[in-house]
């Protein structure tokens, strides 16, 4: 009876008698923690590198490949291509200076000749029912000219009483309607004149012709 009676109440009875000791269990057991992490703070890094692990890099990112197309020239066949000299693709430099620029020639306008045969019209006399007129034919080169004199006047103007040429053989007169045509019995001599004159009918004022040519030259 005594037996049962010690495992009813001796082991309460112990745990009741190490209770005090609890506190200083936990406080042996916080100093011998704190002595172990100061010795691992304390010790060389050879030694702590056994303990630490060494923190992992983040992953890099993916490289991106650029998608180059082929140039027609890569697809080209090459027996199909010209072939490349060095001269085709040398270049030289190029100076200019402007004491050896040659300027550009300017375009010429070219001015037409003067004629070589001229005519002057002028009035001699006027009268009441006619007048007397002249053209006064110039060669201006150094050869003779022949000469064809062309008169058309207005309604005023008649018919043509006569017509004859100063000191000179007679030109050849036709007429075509109210345009009258004379042409030399010969030629004009290097810078000489001949004068032509005439005398037509005509009604009411006026003595100037509508159309008066020498050799298809405006007369002055």
């Not at 923690?33 to 703070?41: E, Q």
């Not at 006064?136 to 006569?162: C, H, K, M, Y």
């Not at 004379?182 to 810078?191: L, T």
């Amino acid at each position: 009876m005594a037996r049962s009676g010690f495992r009813e109440g001796g082991f309460r009875d112990g745990v009741r008698d190490l209770l005090p000791w609890a506190p200083t269990v936990v406080g042996v057991s916080v100093l011998l923690s704190m002595l172990v992490l100061t010795l691992i703070r304390l010790s060389p890094a050879e030694h702590r590198d056994d303990l630490t692990l060494d923190p992992v890099p983040p992953p890099s990112p993916p490289l991106k490949t650029a998608i180059v197309a082929p140039s027609p020239a890569a697809t080209t066949p090459s027996s199909a291509r010209p072939p490349v000299t060095r001269s085709a693709y040398s270049r030289r430099p190029v100076t200019w200076s402007p004491s050896t620029a040659t300027p550009s020639p300017r375009p010429t306008t070219t001015r037409p000749a003067p004629p070589a045969v001229t005519g002057r019209y002028g009035v001699v006399g006027t009268y009441d029912a006619e007048f007397i007129g002249e053209v006064t034919i110039s060669n201006v080169t150094g050869e003779p000219r022949d000469w064809t004199v062309t008169l058309r006047f207005p309604a005023n103007v008649g018919d043509l009483r006569t017509s004859w040429v100063e000191s000179a053989p007679q030109a050849t007169l036709s007429r075509s309607g109210d345009t009258f045509v004379w042409r030399s019995g010969v030629p004009v001599e290097p810078r000489s004149s001949v004068v032509l004159r005439f005398q037509f009918a005509r009604t009411g004022t006026g003595d100037r012709p509508a159309t008066c040519t020498v050799n298809a030259t405006r007369c002055t």
